[in-house]
């Protein structure tokens, strides 16, 4: 991850250090305070070859962040363990003892004068962090470094716009990301997709952008259209952009290579480049996901931006897309570790495993010996995928010449600089509903402004209220989309109704007349780092009655 190099001492610190050598701990205090931020000399430090463990006291309970998890808004330090580790957990389950898509181990902690602090420890390794009501939080980490950032603020806004200059600015995104999305998994033909866009033309609900799924892929292989169900598709497609409209598709980062010899270039292409992630014998790994068989892209390779660039290209040149959405990229896999297994190695079986769900580092993903040009999957699986949206939003921006977007399920600490985030597959229901809100925040603290949520749930059917009241409440989501599940009943609005209708039509005008407003936010974060959305204690940091409030957001 790209940080700024420091080449001179700040002139007048906010800030004094101090350590101890026996035993080994330091300290961060708030000069104009007496604030003690941080103070590692109370827990211990212990560094081995795959464990390393720090704890430290913190100044106050109001701690934030820490992702990515289903929670709310502020932490329970009520002795609860947080893996990060990224990883497709079916369902995205609620609670902080799951460990999902995106990691990033960053903290903002409101001291209790109202000055914040925030704290990244840099470091991609599988990882869990308890939080102890001292207050206190332990790290521990099964390897790297303990590269840690410090920042001072002293407001909440100011604490975001430190740590986005680290990590990178939010990528600024394109005028018509910011319309009204529809989408669903399960429209199954091309004809189904125009009857959506027709129904909400007929409606006079406003849409900017239509999305596909992989159910218009031919045989769900990347790179391609169902020729007999999406038959017309790059016609549809010049048709939206005739109307002033958007299109987006999906794209995978498993490629199969089980078709016929010569007949998929994706996969010859990539053997040719020798671009695909490794086993520990140096041939290409071999998981499983929609297709098949699949192997991976490095795309920390040299030679992967160009890869992925000539795939996305010549799929442009046969439907021109606008942007994508990168499903499946923590890395998923269907099968634990590849086909074959994996090796008896303590790198999948390290002396000390994080709390995380499955169980095993390589767990729905593929093996931890897996090799890719930079190091071991043990190191780089949770950058996977940061680097494919890196990759994409170069290639895209390439090969059509503007701003673009990509929407990646998989993010870690940086993401934003180069694409954005929707929060995974979420449920019908209501307890969902409300935790969008804290995961938007959350996200927005993490430099993804662009983000949003399956509106009306993924999972499951939503009713007409339900949906109603989440549109209404989802045309003020930065990302505003409607997306759910090929098992579960089509709920773009007309189909659920003249409330769902009628709802839909008010709030998303409203919005579509606060569009200008949005875009400023948008150049705002991108221009100094600053949030989009964001939590009322922004605002007002000493006024404690809102530092629990994740209900409301401005």
């Known amino acids: 991850i ?23 701990g330091f300290s961060i205090t708030r000069i104009d305070s007496g604030t003690v931020l941080f103070n590692s000399s109370v827990g211990g430090f212990i560094f081995e070859d795959q464990f390393i463990q720090l704890s430290s006291l913190l100044p106050s309970l109001n701690l934030y962040g820490l992702g990515e998890h289903v929670s709310p808004l502020k932490l329970d330090f009520n002795w609860k363990t947080l893996p990060l580790f990224a990883r497709d957990d079916y369902g995205a389950p609620q609670g902080l003892q799951h460990n999902l898509y995106g990691v990033h181990p960053f903290y903002l902690n409101v001291e209790e004068d109202g000055c914040a602090n925030g704290v990244l420890l840099l470091n991609s390794n599988a990882m869990e962090i308890v939080l102890q009501p001292t207050p206190a939080i332990t790290y521990r980490t099964l390897g790297g470094i303990l590269d840690f950032y410090f920042f001072m603020g002293p407001s909440p806004d100011e604490v975001i716009q430190q740590y986005t200059e680290v990590i990178g600015r ?5 005028y018509w990301a910011l319309g009204f999305h529809l989408s669903r998994y399960g429209y199954n033909s091309l004809n189904a997709t125009a009857s959506a866009v027709q129904r909400m033309r007929e409606a006079g609900i406003p849409q900017d952008v239509q999305w596909n799924d992989i159910d218009a892929m031919d045989n769900l292989l990347d790179f391609t259209y169902d020729p007999k169900r999406f038959g017309g598709l790059p016609q549809f497609v010049d048709e939206l952009h005739s109307n002033g409209m958007r ?52 795309f920390f390779h040299p030679s992967a931006e160009d890869y992925w660039e000539k795939q996305l290209r010549t799929f442009h040149n046969k439907v021109a897309f606008d942007g994508l959405l990168m499903d499946m990229n923590e890395v998923d896999n269907f099968v634990n570790g590849s086909v074959d297994g994996c090796p008896n190695s303590t790198l999948e079986y390290p002396p000390y495993t994080p709390h995380i769900d499955g169980g095993y580092l390589f767990s729905r993903t593929i093996c931890m010996t897996g090799k890719t040009y930079l190091s071991t999957q043990y190191n780089m699986h949770s950058l996977y995928g940061y680097s494919e949206t890196k990759a994409t939003m170069r290639a895209l921006e390439i090969i059509r010449g503007r701003r673009s977007i990509t929407l990646s399920r998989s993010t870690f600490s940086g993401s934003g600089a180069h694409g954005c985030h929707w929060l995974g597959d979420n449920h019908s229901d209501w307890p969902d509903m409300y935790l969008s809100i804290p995961g938007i925040l959350t996200m927005n603290m993490f430099g993804i402004p662009l983000v949003g949520v399956d509106i009306c749930g993924f999972h499951g059917n939503a009713t007409p209220e339900l949906c109603a009241r989440w549109t209404e409440l989802g045309a003020f989501y930065p990302l505003s989309f409607n997306h759910n599940m090929m098992s579960s009943k089509a709920q773009d609005p007309p189909s659920l109704g003249p409330m769902v209708v009628n709802a839909s039509r008010s709030a998303l005008l409203t919005r579509y007349s606060l569009l200008p407003t949005l875009y400023t936010l948008f150049h705002q974060a991108h221009a100094n780092g600053t949030t989009v959305a964001r939590p009322l204690f922004f605002e007002f940091p000493r006024d404690k009655n809102t530092l629990n409030i994740d209900r409301q957001f401005l």
Not at 170 to 174: A, E, K, S, V
Not at 251 to 257: A, K, V, Y
Not at 288 to 295: M, Y
């Open 2 to 24: 790209p940080t700024p190099v420091v080449t001179a001492k700040a002139s007048f610190p906010s800030y004094k250090t101090a350590y101890t050598e026996y035993p080994f």
């Open 170 to 174: 939010p990528h600024m995104p394109p």
């Open 247 to 298: 299109y987006l598709l999906i794209q995978d980062p498993g490629i199969s290579n089980s078709q016929p010899a010569g007949s998929y270039p994706p996969y010859y292409d990539g053997i040719e480049m020798d671009v695909f992630v490794k086993n520990a014998s140096g041939l290409p790994l071999v998981g499983k996901v929609w297709p098949g068989t699949t192997v991976f892209p490095d």
